[in-house]
């Protein structure tokens, strides 16, 4: 796995995508308030350094890429998965293919 980033930056990632998921209201839910609950409870201090802490920064890490995989996942469902039928040309282009032309210029006919 590569390198987490500050738990700063998770945080701020995990609110981006309850933003894109909730709208502006995000901050009146409870997925809000818990997050915020964890990552202040969390929180390292001169004192401490605890292994619970880096799980807790690991778990979060983990559940931002949830997000962010799902949220990718629902475009991409919604691009190739609509109801309409395609014709072979479209389809080839949602892949990025083009079909071969016939030695006359025509193209390929259903």
């Not at 933003?19 to 502006?24: D, E, M, P, S």
């Not at 809000?32 to 799980?55: L, S």
């Amino acid at each position: 796995m590569a390198a987490l980033s500050s738990p700063l930056r998770v945080c701020r990632g995990i609110l981006k995508e309850l933003r894109a998921i909730h709208g502006a209201a995000y901050k009146q839910g409870p997925m809000y308030r818990y997050v915020m609950d964890q990552f202040r409870k969390n929180q390292i201090t001169g004192e401490r350094y605890c292994r619970a802490q880096q799980e807790a920064h690991h778990d979060a890490h983990s559940y931002l890429c949830l997000l962010a995989s799902t949220r990718s996942q629902m475009i991409l469902h919604n691009i190739y998965h609509s109801k309409e039928e395609h014709s072979i040309e479209s389809a080839a282009g949602l892949v990025g293919l083009r079909l071969p032309t016939q030695p006359g210029g025509k193209g390929w006919e259903k």
